[in-house]
């Protein structure tokens, strides 16, 4: 070939494609961004889970809306770090998963997802109100529920009933009696009062709650420094040493999985990962007297305090970017993985850890395989949020964020303040917030 | 044979390399570029940011010193303002005391003396998110193996609340500090220990002076410039300190082991709220200035004597 041919057909190529074009627009082909929708998502605790992510959604899901799906998976903790970067940046996933009230203090970054809520709320029943109250600013949703995770306490049966405890205890004054035997016997409670997004929220929020405190009232005053969560401290100050396993402070959530399944602690408020995982590995999680361990799990709520019970469940929700330059592709793609026949598919592996945010799966015929799993079929009913009784808005997140319900319980914990001192000082807190 | 034209381009280039002031513009160019883009640029982005009341995603106005006012005002800032001085302070110390005895006994002669020099950056080599991670391991709270080795050797009967506990939290951090950093001490140190003439010791010797006397009055004062110099650059990468803390302890417990950077990083980016977190790490700068200016003076001083 000549080189004045070569040339030529090169020339010839280049118009083709239409580089000259592309050049001229300064951005990438359309073609090549619409088909592919880039996801940001925790490492799950139940691994099945993102493997049906990977493995069948994407390969299905290319196949029905020629969307390519690129699933990125990061560790929940480093998750609002990311989506910062993404939104000030204006790049990154066109889908990012938010915990909790995430969705609030993110707001602006995510596009407008009513439509979705709207059609998968219609058609499956209604969206539980937790996870709503986390995605709704205003009237506008800004992510959309994905899933919930109902916290609830694992323990180990035989173990409570070798104490004379042969039902779960329903106060915290029983679970605080039963917890100082066992401890006694090396057998302590295992929870977190570190920083850390799952487990140590879902404990101290309610544990304040069931004593009658609150962070604000409904016009957003801080009402935190009250007798009632003085009281919920000192209870939690002496359970904790009488009860517990101390190291917790520096726990966060993965540590009480593993300390359960290795036969270090009796009971843990947990997602149902501890029990999905003893059952997954029935030949290598055993009890002492070589039985399976998920045969001597069992799952109760949070006891009652004072003041009533309560819970809060943690909400995993999808926000639709709005830098995205394939926000279209991200809906649909959304809106293909709510659909029953798809979903199903990915909250089945999840064996109830995480439960569907709309009340229809509560039929589902999942719930007839395994009664331990059966308290969490309806655990999502229940549940306040964070920032209560004001909404769960950008201010209940930065408080949240900021761990300071969680450290007004750990730094009487640890001893480092007295309760007083430690309610005086969270009420501070959040004082500079809800200015 | 040169064409004219080119013959008159070449002289010009040479021309222009024979001048002083223009070669020395196009070799500092690419620096001043760097320093600009990279330094300045940020820098000047983080005031401007903690002047206003920007947050994730919404470009906020301008608050003037609202956002210091309020971190000086934070108890959560203050706490880890002081575990940000308390942790520079004595993992400095540690670092220069382990790392000037390592340097001593690194320049002896010794068999296998170039391959222990060799293993001994080895902490200062693995990128610090694993080293901290392996330690957190260590540490950890159920399955520490410091603890299963003191209890099994019958020295514990309870196990020790390394990360559990704030003290004990941040004395552990120190100390994986110490192990990260003093390998460069030790190589500095010792880098500074070989320029110092065998002459001078022996001198010494003769006249009766002990290996503490030699020590103290020859390899101390000849070694000062450099020492001052390596405990400078640990200060200011100890003060700015984030990695290692995020990942041993994330700022717990109950904010016992936060450190400005640690802090900051949860306020502006976990957070969104970039203007706060802009003004919390600023709150560094005085301090590092403070340590430069100092280190310039004594170093201007140096130099004049």
């Keep these: 070939m000549k080189r004045r041919k070569f040339l030529k057909s090169v020339g010839a190529g280049v118009a083709a494609t239409g580089l000259g074009g592309i050049l001229a627009a300064h951005r990438a082909p359309v073609f090549a961004q619409a088909n592919t929708v880039h996801i940001l998502r925790w490492n799950d605790f139940v691994p099945a889970a993102d493997k049906v992510l990977r493995e069948v959604f994407a390969p299905e899901v290319q196949k029905a809306l020629g969307i390519k799906l690129n699933v990125e998976t990061v560790n929940a903790n480093d998750i609002p770090a990311r989506a910062t970067a993404a939104i000030q940046s204006g790049s990154g996933p066109d889908i990012i998963m938010l915990l909790n009230n995430y969705p609030q203090l993110f707001a602006a970054g995510g596009v407008d997802v009513s439509d979705i809520a709207a059609e998968v709320g219609k058609a499956q029943g209604g969206i539980y109100s937790l996870p709503q109250s986390m995605c709704k600013v205003g009237n506008q949703w800004v992510a959309m529920p994905w899933a919930t995770v109902p916290a609830l306490i694992a323990y180990r049966k035989s173990w409570f009933d070798e104490i004379g405890v042969k039902e779960f205890p329903k106060t915290w004054a029983q679970y605080h009696e039963a917890g100082k035997k066992l401890k006694a016997a090396k057998r302590p409670i295992g929870q977190t009062l570190g920083h850390t997004f799952g487990d140590a929220p879902t404990f101290a929020y309610p544990m304040m709650w069931s004593y009658g405190g609150q962070e604000i009232d409904a016009k957003g005053k801080v009402v935190l420094d009250s007798k009632e969560t003085v009281e919920s401290v000192r209870f939690m100050n002496q359970f904790w040493k009488d009860a517990h396993d101390e190291g917790g402070l520096a726990w966060d959530d993965t540590n009480n999985n593993r300390a359960f399944l290795s036969g270090d602690i009796c009971a843990s408020l947990n997602g149902a990962s501890i029990y999905v995982a003893a059952l997954n590995g029935a030949d290598k999680f055993k009890t002492e007297k070589g039985a399976a361990l998920h045969t001597d799990i069992l799952h109760a709520p949070l006891p009652a305090g004072p003041k009533g019970q309560f819970a809060y469940h943690t909400a995993f929700t999808h926000m639709v970017m709005k830098y995205s330059k394939n926000a279209k592709g991200a809906k649909e793609f959304l809106r293909w993985a709510h659909t029953p026949a798809n979903y199903e598919k990915w909250v089945v592996v999840q064996k109830g850890f995480a439960v569907a945010p709309t009340t229809q799966w509560e039929k589902h015929k999942m719930w007839d395989v395994d009664p331990v799993m059966l308290p969490f079929k309806t655990a999502s009913r229940a549940g306040r949020h964070m920032g209560y009784a004001g909404t769960p808005d950008k201010k209940a997140a930065e408080a949240w964020n900021k761990y300071i319900i969680v450290d007004m319980y750990a730094q009487a914990a640890s001893g480092k303040m007295k309760p007083e001192e430690s309610v005086k000082w969270a009420a501070g807190e959040l004082g500079k917030i809800y200015t | ?305």
């Excluded at chain 2, 320093?35 to 206003?52: D, G, K, R």
């Excluded at chain 2, 110490?178 to 010792?190: D, E, K, V, Y």
Aim: glycine share 6%.
């Design chain 2, 1 to 305: 044979m040169v064409a004219p034209a080119e013959r008159v381009r070449v002289s010009r280039l040479t021309l222009m390399l024979e001048s002083e002031k223009l070669l020395a513009t196009a070799l500092l160019a690419p620096g001043v570029v760097i320093l600009v883009l990279f330094i300045a640029y940020p820098f000047v982005m983080a005031l401007w940011f903690s002047l206003t009341s920007i947050r994730v995603g919404v470009a906020g106005e301008f608050v003037g010193l609202a956002n210091f006012a309020k971190a000086w005002n934070d108890t959560i800032f203050q706490t880890a303002f002081k575990n940000t001085v308390f942790y520079t302070f004595w993992a400095t110390i540690f670092k220069l005391a382990l790392g000037m005895w390592l340097a001593l006994i690194l320049n002896r002669h010794f068999r296998f003396k170039r391959l222990i020099r060799a293993s001994m950056l080895l902490p200062f080599i693995i990128p610090t998110v694993l080293s901290a991670f392996a330690w957190r391991w260590m540490f950890d709270p159920t399955f520490s193996v410091m603890n299963w080795v003191l209890f099994h050797s019958g020295m514990i009967t309870d196990r020790l609340p390394f990360l559990s506990d704030g003290d004990w939290a941040m004395w552990c951090a120190v100390l994986v500090n110490t192990w990260r950093g003093m390998p460069f001490f030790a190589i500095t140190l010792l880098a500074g220990l070989q320029t110092i003439s065998p002459d001078l010791h022996e001198a010494a010797a003769l006249d009766g002076a002990n290996a503490w006397h030699r020590f103290w009055h020859v390899t101390w004062p000849l070694l000062l410039p450099v020492t001052l110099v390596v405990v400078v650059f640990s200060v200011i990468q100890t003060f700015s300190d984030f990695q290692l803390i995020y990942v041993l302890t994330g700022g717990g417990p109950a904010n016992s082991t936060h450190l400005i950077a640690t802090y900051a990083y949860q306020v502006g980016v976990a957070s969104g709220l970039l203007g706060e977190g802009a003004a919390l790490s600023l709150f560094m700068f005085p301090v590092l200035f403070a340590v430069i200016w100092i280190q310039l003076r004594y170093m201007k001083r140096m130099e004049g004597a």
